[in-house]
């Protein structure tokens, strides 16, 4: 394994092209209630600080996900296991209508994220969509809330499932420095076919942060890295998530030899319907 991970610059910030996703750390597995359960009952602080400590050791020093006082703690230990820092890049829903609960209120939920220690602060698409008006073709308030996460001394991004949110905030010059986008081969929770995403992401004036390269465990992983590592541009991060710190390792492994153009070569998974696929001898 390299000792770094290719790396890129957002914001004035230098990470990783990888980016830790926490999905598989939180709960939130698109597959069932049942997985999500798993999920939440197998990850613990000490199990989570394990799998970012393999990503640390491999130079991937970024991390995506909403705010979560479990995940702040993995952090932490596994920072001071490495010796290494992690930078966050939180994205935090709040109510855009200035009617729901005081904790709920942009102020508190950024305040949140700046506690918890964000460089990168994104507000979450559950709180973005509602502002982009496709008649208009606009994100409304969107400087509002960028202006907020500045003032807090965070590097405001777009986390946007629409990929919409890119060209409007292109157009009309919003004050972010990066955008979140779901891409893979699957077209998965995608809202326009794959090729177009891929036009979007191409052109966008800033880097491109994705996310879901596997499909939500949909594809395997040397498919689902394959597609998005050769058709991304040199700029743009793959956010991928995993539930244990060997499929971290297999994840980091398969990408670094995608981006170095070689096929990819590791231990296949053994069952007795592919024992006559072996090479003689072996």
């Not at 992690?86 to 904790?103: H, N, W, Y």
């Not at 559950?126 to 606009?138: G, H, Q």
């Not at 743009?236 to 492994?253: C, Y």
Request: charged share 25%.
């Amino acid at each position: 394994m390299a000792d770094e991970f290719p790396r890129t610059t957002v914001g004035g910030v230098s990470l990783s092209r990888m980016i830790i996703g926490t999905n598989w750390f939180l709960g939130f597995s698109h597959t069932s209630l049942a997985q999500d359960k798993f999920i939440k009952s197998y990850q613990t602080r000490e199990n989570v600080a394990d799998i970012l400590a393999v990503f640390l050791n491999a130079g991937v020093n970024a991390i995506m996900g909403s705010p979560n006082q479990m995940l702040t703690d993995a952090i932490n230990d596994a920072q001071q296991r490495t010796g290494r820092e992690l930078i966050q890049i939180i994205t935090p829903g709040f109510d855009v209508t200035g009617k729901g609960k005081a904790e709920d209120q942009p102020e508190a939920q950024l305040d949140k994220a700046k506690k918890l220690g964000a460089t990168f602060c994104f507000p979450h698409t559950s709180a973005i969509e509602e502002l982009i008006d496709k008649r208009a073709k606009v994100i409304r308030d969107i400087d509002k809330y960028t202006n907020m996460i500045r003032d807090r001394e965070m590097i405001p991004g777009l986390s946007c499932h629409m990929p919409e949110s890119v060209t409007y905030a292109d157009a009309q010059g919003a004050d972010v420095e990066t955008y979140i986008q779901l891409y893979n081969a699957a077209g998965f929770l995608m809202q326009v076919e794959i090729d177009w995403v891929m036009s979007v992401i191409r052109n966008a004036k800033k880097p491109v942060m994705t996310i879901k390269p596997l499909a939500a465990g949909r594809l395997m992983p040397v498919v689902g890295l394959a597609f998005v590592w050769n058709t991304l541009r040199d700029q743009d991060m793959v956010t991928i998530g995993t539930t244990t710190p060997d499929e971290a390792r297999e994840v980091i492994d398969i990408s670094l030899d995608l981006l170095a153009r070689r096929v990819p070569d590791y231990d296949l998974q053994s069952t007795r319907s592919k024992a006559n696929l072996k090479a003689a001898g072996s």
